[in-house]
């Protein structure tokens, strides 16, 4: 093999592996391996700002306000609803102050307001 045909081997090689790296990040591997293979950086290209299968895999959308939420999540981080069927019980203890954003009554040390889920851990001294 000359040269040239070396050098032409070796770039669609690279061009397999650096397709495939990006598109494996796309949950779309084996179109990176293919189009990095055939047509080189604008395989890379077309697989970049293709759509991203792996969070789409990975991720739920809301019923409401139609965002994209981790599959595990009982609540909206948008919207803050509760999504239909999930358990979202949680024991509280005792009522001992009041939450500053919406003046109901909550317990002492809690991360977020059970009732408005705002960030309340940090007024706690």
């Known amino acids: 093999m000359d040269d040239s045909g070396f050098l ?6 690279i061009g397999a592996i650096v397709g495939g790296i990006i598109g494996d990040r796309k949950g779309r591997g084996g179109a990176g ?24 895999r990975e991720s739920k959308k809301c019923p409401f306000c139609a965002e994209l939420v981790k599959k595990e999540a009982k609540v909206c981080k948008h ?14 203890p005792p009522l001992k102050a009041r939450c500053p954003y919406c003046g109901k009554e909550v317990a002492e040390n809690l991360e977020a307001c059970p009732h408005c889920r705002m960030r309340i851990a940090h007024i706690w001294p």
């Open 79 to 92: 919207c803050g609803r509760d999504f239909p069927g999930a358990d979202t019980h949680v024991d509280i």
């Open 33 to 56: 391996v293919v189009l990095g293979l055939l047509l080189g950086p604008i395989g890379w290209l077309i697989i970049a700002l293709g759509p991203d299968y792996k969070t789409e």
């Open 8 to 13: 032409l081997v070796f770039w669609a090689i």
